[in-house]
């Protein structure tokens, strides 16, 4: 993924944030359906509102989203689509023949802005998660997860 500069009305923008969020009481409930079924349905959700996903990833109870965005949407409004949209995905279509299963969001969010620098290391980190906490070398700047 090449850095995209956005040039739009006169205005310079190049705005990269990186995204996490966790399941409701961290329940581990991310398997490698739902995954895929969150991958697909952010990615959708991000054309949708003009962002490019430089790299989605996570385990299983919380998920890493590398973006950059215009300067016309906020990080809240951001987070407010793409967890909406993929928890009532979830729900409503994956497991819509489960009445036994149901798949919620932690209210919160962390987000922090990455420099245009850095977005390949930040997108190599979010590649790997399942790699980083199976052997336990963590980022604390980017695993912000623990006051969500």
């Given at each position: ?26 329940e581990?409930?991310?398997?490698a ?24 990833g ?91």
């Open positions: 993924m090449g850095v995209i500069m956005v040039r739009t009305s006169g205005v310079y923008a190049q705005l990269f944030y990186h995204f996490v969020w966790t399941t409701k009481n961290r581990p409930i991310i398997d359906e739902c995954e895929t079924a969150l991958n697909d349905i952010i990615r959708s959700k991000a054309v949708e509102l003009n962002l490019d996903i430089v790299e989605v996570g385990t299983e109870d919380h998920i890493h989203v590398l973006l950059q965005a215009n300067q016309t949407i906020s990080p809240s409004t951001i987070a407010k689509h793409l967890k909406g949209v993929s928890s009532h995905f979830i729900n409503h279509r994956l497991y819509v023949d489960t009445s036994s299963k149901s798949f919620y969001w932690q209210d919160g969010y962390g987000v922090v802005s990455v420099s245009p620098r850095a977005v390949s290391t930040v997108a190599r980190y979010v590649r790997n998660q399942k790699e980083h906490h199976r052997t336990n070398d963590l980022d604390s700047d980017l695993e912000h997860t623990e006051d969500l």
